[in-house]
């Protein structure tokens, strides 16, 4: 019988528990014969850290060997190919003393070319029993090795420590039997012997006899003769050798004849207990079950993982139930839940949230596509992502570790309101409310401008006065900074064009801003992780909260975080301004927007524009933005204008205005005084 009690030396087989019999219906699926290289009784058993190991060879002509080796032995690498030798000491009471002591045989060399395919990485909170302190000090108890026990005290290593004079006093002279050698050997050997293995030798070494009477009022009814082999020659010794030899206590012995039956072998029963053995074809069932369901690999830009995800609507009592429900429609006895949640925890790395990142177009392009097949076009076009990739988090890292003000922003989704728990709002239009973040690295402070679709939409001078507002809310927190370094991602549409250029100058003419320089990510790796958090907490509160206003949102939004609370700035209709209008006239096409990755302003200078194409690039580029002539004598623009208010603002269509209107009767008094303000209600 094989009893398995590290799992992590079994990962080769991808089963949890076995014995004999499910070993041998395992090989099936290796179609080949089975072979034993040591003889196994019928009722062999071995200690818990005894381990057993598949072998495969590439001569089909060879059979599977199983191998059975202590634990405490080094592990052999199936795909090594060198010879290893294994110890397997096997004590019984026999009477042969050659049962005692150390028996060992050479395997033959082993060489795979077809390894075992290795189970998938389970979750990583599955325990790793061998690493525990309790365990470790356990296996240290047990072969004599220095250790600390749980009271803190050292305990040290078991050496021969003789304190009897054994060569001129003693009856039996038993120093004069043993060298120095042979006594070293035998305490070696000794605590090589896991604690069943400890009980066979002292049976096999030992013997208790009935203590001849000599005194009427005598108590001691038993004595103990004690012996050590040499060769195959039993030789007694006295029982001060015997105890100091092996650094042990004459309790033990005591107590291994206590608990020992006549006739039979005493084993320790500790973490014994009969445990109810779950067939591998019902295992089995349960893997293929988990494996019916149909998830994707994660992925993350700045890291390899091989997570898995699920749809969030699934939970593993889901899925045990779908097993129940499948196990009784094919006549199979269906495992606990117990069993069913550890081989999901254990044999899978699966997880039910979904990536938080967007996956990137061309990674996923390369990833999906033959690379045999690929031209040398696109492989080129891929390299030079990576490079980009790669360069962009370092000047990332760089701007993280500099003492300098860096703003990185970015729009969260949609916000839909009113947002709550009652049936009659998953039927009805709802406001989308627009959240602009932006997080400063100089007080770690995070900028929120809030504002909604009847107030204005989220185009390029939306986009570019909510940044111009939070960085007047910046400026008045910081003061004395004369130079911003800005980082966001790379739409074009929203962060990297004319707009938002012409509306940073303008913010710097007015709020005396000496330089701002403006990084953008690589497109599909997201350099902004800072915002990234902000978002995630705001959308777990609102998870658990109801709110049916923008009004309510700010309230919200500024209890998120009580530490260091969100300065939520909400923007009304004036705080918009025309900016793309206003920069009409301005030759902004001198600056390749689809290809930047870096620009810089100054305020001195009004009309020039320093880019960068790479991060790698040591110099900057220069545009001049000179405007084209505006007046009939051929006057240009030497300053940039000055822009007006936004004119043109949306109108909501009457049929969004209606559902509104009927979600008032659930909201409270201030929620519907903010609708009609805003002239949304009907």
């Not at 030759?587 to 689809?594: A, D, I, L, R, S």
Request: proline share 3%.
């Amino acid at each position: 019988m094989f009893r398995k009690y590290k799992r992590s030396r079994l990962r080769t087989l991808k089963m949890s528990t076995f014995n004999l019999t499910q070993t041998l219906g395992l090989l099936d699926e290796y179609d080949s014969d089975i072979g034993f290289d040591m003889n196994l009784g019928e009722e062999d058993e071995y200690s818990p850290l005894d381990m057993c190991r598949l072998d495969e060879n590439n001569n089909d002509t060879n059979p599977v060997t199983i191998h059975v080796y202590d634990s405490t032995d080094t592990m052999p690498d199936i795909e090594s190919g060198v010879s290893v030798t294994l110890q397997v000491n096997e004590i019984q009471n026999s009477s042969d003393p050659s049962a005692v002591g150390d028996q060992s045989q050479d395997m033959n060399n082993m060489s795979s070319d077809k390894a075992h395919t290795p189970t998938s990485r389970g979750r990583s909170r599955v325990r790793q029993k061998e690493s525990w302190q309790k365990e470790v000090r356990k296996r240290k108890r047990q072969s004599g090795q220095e250790y600390v026990n749980t009271k803190g005290d050292i305990i040290c290593a078991k050496r021969v420590k003789l304190i009897k004079d054994c060569r001129g006093k003693c009856r039996y002279k038993c120093a004069h039997l043993f060298n120095n050698a042979e006594i070293e050997e035998i305490n070696k050997t000794f605590w090589k012997f896991t604690d069943d293995e400890k009980f066979g030798f002292y049976g096999q070494t030992t013997e208790k006899l009935e203590h001849s009477v000599k005194k009427q009022d005598s108590r001691r009814k038993t004595t103990y003769k004690y012996y050590f082999l040499k060769g195959s020659e039993k030789i007694q010794v006295c029982k001060e050798f015997y105890l100091g030899v092996l650094q042990i206590s004459d309790s033990r012995v005591r107590r291994f004849y206590e608990k020992s039956a006549e006739g039979t072998q005493y084993r320790d029963m500790r973490g014994r207990f009969n445990k109810v053995r779950t067939e591998f074809d019902s295992l089995q069932y349960v893997r293929d079950h988990i494996n019916s369901f149909a998830r994707v690999p994660s992925h993350y830009c700045r890291s390899s993982t091989s997570k898995e995800y699920l749809e969030s609507g699934l939970s593993v009592k889901m899925m045990y139930e779908m097993y129940v429900e499948k196990c009784h429609e094919d006549g199979k006895s269906p495992v606990k839940l117990s069993m069913y949640r550890h081989i999901f925890n254990t044999d899978f790395n699966i997880s039910f949230q979904k990536p938080k990142k967007d996956r990137c177009d061309m990674c996923e392009e390369i990833k999906m596509a033959n690379l045999d097949k690929a031209t040398s076009e696109s492989i080129h076009k891929y390299q030079m992502h990576e490079d980009d990739r790669c360069k962009t988090k370092m000047e990332r890292d760089s701007d993280r570790a500099s003492e300098n003000l860096v703003i990185c922003f970015d729009l969260e989704n949609v916000i839909s309101l009113p947002k709550a728990d009652i049936k009659n709002f998953f039927y009805r239009r709802k406001l989308n409310t627009f959240n602009l973040t932006a997080h400063c690295s100089k007080s770690k402070t995070a900028y929120n401008a809030i504002w909604c679709e009847a107030v204005a939409g989220r185009g390029a001078n939306e986009i570019s006065s909510a940044l111009v507002a939070i960085l007047k809310a910046v400026k008045a927190d910081h003061p004395d900074v004369k130079s911003y370094t800005l980082w966001s991602d790379s739409c074009v549409s929203q962060n990297r064009n004319s707009v938002m250029t012409f509306a940073l100058k303008r913010f710097m003419i007015d709020n005396n801003v000496d330089e701002i320089i403006q990084k953008y990510s690589c497109p599909g790796h997201s350099a902004i992780q800072e915002v990234d958090n902000i978002h995630s907490q705001i959308e777990k509160v609102l998870r658990a909260r109801e709110v049916f206003s923008p009004v309510s949102l700010v309230r919200v939004m500024k209890n998120v975080r009580r530490k260091a609370p969100f300065k939520v700035i909400q923007l009304q209709r004036h705080h918009f301004t025309d900016y793309q209008k206003a920069g009409l006239g301005m030759k902004f096409h001198q600056v390749p927007f689809t290809k930047v990755k870096c620009l810089r302003y100054f305020r001195n200078d009004q009309l020039q524009i320093d880019y960068k194409i790479s991060f790698a690039d040591s110099h900057y580029k220069q545009a001049m933005i000179l405007g084209r002539p505006v007046t009939r004598s051929g006057g240009s623009f030497l300053a940039l204008p000055v822009p007006r208010p936004l004119s043109k603002h949306p109108v909501l269509s009457m049929e969004k205005r209606k559902d509104l209107s009927s979600m008032q009767k659930y909201m409270c008094e201030i929620d519907r005084r903010y609708y009609e303000a805003m002239k949304i209600l009907i």
